[in-house]
């Protein structure tokens, strides 16, 4: 007879119910890929999110594929390091296709996949979308003040710790506001702001790019083109000529990186 000390073998999970599970999440992409990372296993919504109408359009390739160009190599270039070292992705904050010529903030997670004698065997991950979840006015006074003057000086040094202490908080307790209305951490939160606005200015004047780096709050042109690949895949030179996946057809506007114009 099982006591309530007994301890039981855990459950090995079909990959084909976390297909179906996440089917039914519209916000958050979740695939399974093979140690040349291949998809073997996508749910609906990474289907949608290339514009693609079914999953056998997925299984098979690699994320570069399915999103050619520099937003397509970042997958890749990520699986590739999960897959070589062990190492997990968690959380990490970059743009993803939501449809073709249309980008949008993610929370990406990859874990590695180990058969019963430790061997990696692929991946598994979800990316979420970054969303907020509350309306504006929900926001504490102090705390909105805080990051609209952070957000209209971007080029001020800030950190984490002194957006807090201007909302009027604990670091603690800011970066569980933050978490709550934003789905971000604090330092998620301004990596995001800044790579946003210079992102606008490259496409939109004709500044140069050493300026914007300075004017969004990088340290100098090369802190800025580095912070800019690592979310984007490219560089703020590329993004300005047109030569990245992004056609000229693609304007941006002030709730994401990019809006769409013309027919879809």
């Not at 504006?136 to 209209?152: G, Q, R």
């Amino acid at each position: 007879m099982q006591t309530e000390s007994t301890v039981t073998e855990p459950l090995a999970v079909d990959v084909s119910v976390l297909v179906n599970l996440f089917d039914q999440v519209p916000d958050v992409v979740f695939f399974v890929k093979d140690t040349t990372g291949r998809y073997t296993a996508v749910n609906a919504s990474l289907v949608a999110r290339h514009g693609l109408r079914d999953k056998s359009e997925v299984i098979g390739k690699r994320s570069r594929d399915i999103c050619p160009g520099d937003f397509g190599g970042i997958p890749s270039q990520q699986d590739a390091a999960v897959l070589r070292t062990g190492q997990p992705i968690l959380d990490h904050l970059e743009l993803h296709w939501y449809e073709p010529h249309k980008p949008g903030w993610c929370l990406t997670t990859k874990l590695p996949l180990r058969d019963a004698n430790g061997a990696i065997v692929g991946l598994i991950g979800i990316s979420r979308d970054v969303r907020t979840p509350i309306q504006a006015d929900d926001i504490p006074v102090k705390l909105a003040e805080a990051l609209n003057h952070f957000e209209t000086n971007l080029g001020d040094p800030i950190t984490p710790a002194l957006l807090a202490r201007r909302a009027g908080l604990p670091p603690h307790g800011f970066a569980r506001f933050m978490k709550r209305f934003f789905g971000l951490t604090p330092s998620q939160f301004i990596a995001k702001a800044r790579i946003t606005a210079a992102s606008r200015l490259l496409r939109e004047t004709d500044q140069s790019i050493a300026d914007i780096a300075l004017s969004c709050g990088f340290y100098d042109h090369s802190a800025f083109t580095r912070a800019f690949g690592k979310v984007t895949g490219t560089t703020p030179s590329r993004l300005r000529s047109g030569s990245t996946t992004a056609t000229n057809r693609d304007l941006l506007n002030p709730d994401g990186v990019f809006k769409r114009v013309g027919p879809e």
